[in-house]
């Protein structure tokens, strides 16, 4: 293993040259400005194949607008993958050392206007928030990265080790990434492994996925920060029941809308089991225990008598229940074609999102085990395995140049924990490239801030995006440190 020493020596050389991440008042409005610019362009992924390729193109001259210095270095290459994905190759002084990536997504969800408080690709400012669509999903990344990044080229700043930038611009629809179909072609083969001569796999990712949560655990009172170490599986499964058409005047006993709904009835009056203990939530837990007030610190810390309790109280809300369970979703219900004929076909999807203790296979059958009627056909549209658990020991460089970074520029935190990201990302696509994938926008996010993720009235402090663009200058400073793959398993 590589001697802890090293990496004190590296601090010495990281000391010499480091960047204050201190910027000047008009800097600081210019990138709130460009973060408002970003979200004026709307650009909507609908379903694959179905984006707005003008907000699309707009987007990718709107970067060369704002960062300049970004596309006029000549140390990075900047590829368009995919016609709107953007892959940008920041080369380091160092080749020998394994490069990095960070990860975002230019594409946003649909925002009808009913419900916000402004029209959501307004990117207008309020009471110290700019709101709009994209605002934490996730054109603030897309745009504190170039921002930190832009921000250091002026000031001189020379990496010494390489990394990647990818934006995608199909995050939002089951697509199998463009970006990563990029990555790819960049390194020319299908497992992602470089040609010769092209510089090592990644070693690591930063993506969207986690935050510095803030109010998730009642009688947690302090925010901390969990970095997603892996991700829920998901299943997107059409149920469908055929039927003879007629006339509604003499009806079956049951139409095939009839038994589809009390099909999807069975199955959202049927939960998962409750795998609590089981995946990286009792790490969670047993980093935070010491934080919790009495009696709960007394709980957490002998989870080995008290977990019944624990899991049953995490079932109570939504999003803690997500953590402990295969969640089942019924999305979409597609039936009838006139009041007057009995329907011919009905359709229901249900997206599940997999624990990590269950497989694609296991739910599945656990569903038609609910169901159990031979007149519902199931179509799997959609699948993808939980995630690996990625490194987060001592050794784990990327994991460990996260919780680093956190510390400096969020000193008030004081629990950094491993966690699990109870949706996908785009890192699912990039599994065979490395395992040090990790998960985290470097801002704070209360319960009622989720809501806004896909939901109305999406926003973030200014305050906030200016302390994610610092994170992103003090990480990729923080990255250039010489610690090397040390012999695990886990490195490629
Ligand atoms: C110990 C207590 C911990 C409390 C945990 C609190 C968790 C708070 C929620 C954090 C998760 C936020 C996730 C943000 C990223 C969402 C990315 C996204 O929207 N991905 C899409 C990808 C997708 C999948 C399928 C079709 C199209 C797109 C998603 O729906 O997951
Ligand atoms: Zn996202
Ligand atoms: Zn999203």
């Not at 009642?218 to 925010?223: H, Q, R, V, Y």
């Not at 519902?376 to 996260?402: K, R």
Request: proline share 8%; aromatic share 10%; hydrophobic share 40%.
């Amino acid at each position: 293993t590589v001697p802890r020493s090293k990496g004190l020596r590296d601090a010495e050389h990281q000391r010499a040259s480091r960047i204050p991440s201190q910027f000047s008042q008009e800097e600081r409005v210019a990138m709130k400005e460009s973060l408002k610019g970003a979200i004026q362009i709307p650009t909507v992924s609908f379903n694959p194949g179905e984006f707005n390729t003008t907000a699309l193109a707009e987007f990718g001259e709107y970067m060369h607008k704002v960062f300049p210095t970004v596309f006029r270095t000549s140390f990075i290459q900047h590829e368009v993958v995919g016609e709107y994905s953007h892959l940008f190759t920041v080369q380091g002084s160092d080749p020998s050392l394994q490069p990095y990536m960070l990860l975002a997504h230019i594409d946003v969800v649909p925002a009808p206007d009913q419900g916000w408080e402004v029209p959501p690709f307004s990117g207008l400012e309020r009471d110290g928030f700019i709101y709009g669509r994209g605002t934490l999903d996730n054109k603030n990344s897309v745009m504190a990265i170039l921002q930190a990044l832009e921000l250091l080229l002026i000031r001189n700043y020379i990496p010494r080790r390489s990394f990647f930038i990818a934006l995608g611009h199909d995050e939002e629809i089951v697509a199998p990434g463009s970006i990563s179909a990029g990555v790819r072609g960049t390194w020319g083969s299908e497992d992602l492994s470089p040609p010769p001569g092209k510089g090592c796999p990644a070693r690591l990712h930063v993506d969207e996925g986690s935050f510095i949560l803030d109010g998730f655990i009642p009688s947690l009172k302090k925010p901390f920060a969990m970095v997603s170490v892996s991700e829920k599986g998901s299943l997107d499964l059409m149920m469908e029941v055929n039927m003879t058409p007629g006339h509604s005047s003499a009806p079956p006993k049951e139409t095939s809308i009839g038994i589809l709904a009390a099909a999807v009835s069975r199955l959202e009056q049927t939960p998962m089991p409750n795998m609590f203990g089981s995946g990286p939530l009792k790490m969670t837990l047993q980093q935070l225990a010491n934080e919790f007030s009495f009696p709960a610190n007394v709980i957490f810390n002998n989870l080995w008598l008290f977990w019944p309790l624990v899991s049953r109280l995490m079932e109570r809300d939504d999003i803690t229940n997500a953590l402990v369970r295969t969640t089942t979703a019924v999305t979409m219900f597609n039936a009838g074609i006139k009041v007057n004929v009995i329907p011919p076909v009905a359709q229901a999807t249900v997206n599940f999102r997999i624990h990590p203790a269950q497989t694609v296979q296991e739910v599945l059958k656990l569903a038609k085990d609910i169901v159990v009627d031979d007149r519902v056909q199931f179509h799997v549209l959609e699948a993808f395995e939980p995630l690996p658990v990625s490194p987060f020991d001592d050794q784990a460089l990327g994991y460990q140049l996260i919780r680093q970074t956190i510390q400096s520029v969020f000193p008030e935190i004081n629990i950094v924990a491993p966690g699990i990201c109870i949706a996908q990302t785009d890192s699912r696509h990039y599994t065979n490239l490395t395992t040090g994938i990790y998960r985290f926008n470097p801002l704070y996010l209360q319960p009622q801030d989720f809501s806004g993720i896909h939901g109305i009235n999406e926003r973030i402090s200014v305050q906030a995006f200016e302390t994610q663009v610092k994170f992103l200058f003090e990480f990729i400073q923080n990255a250039d440190t010489e610690q090397r793959p040390v012999s695990h398993l886990h490195e490629l």
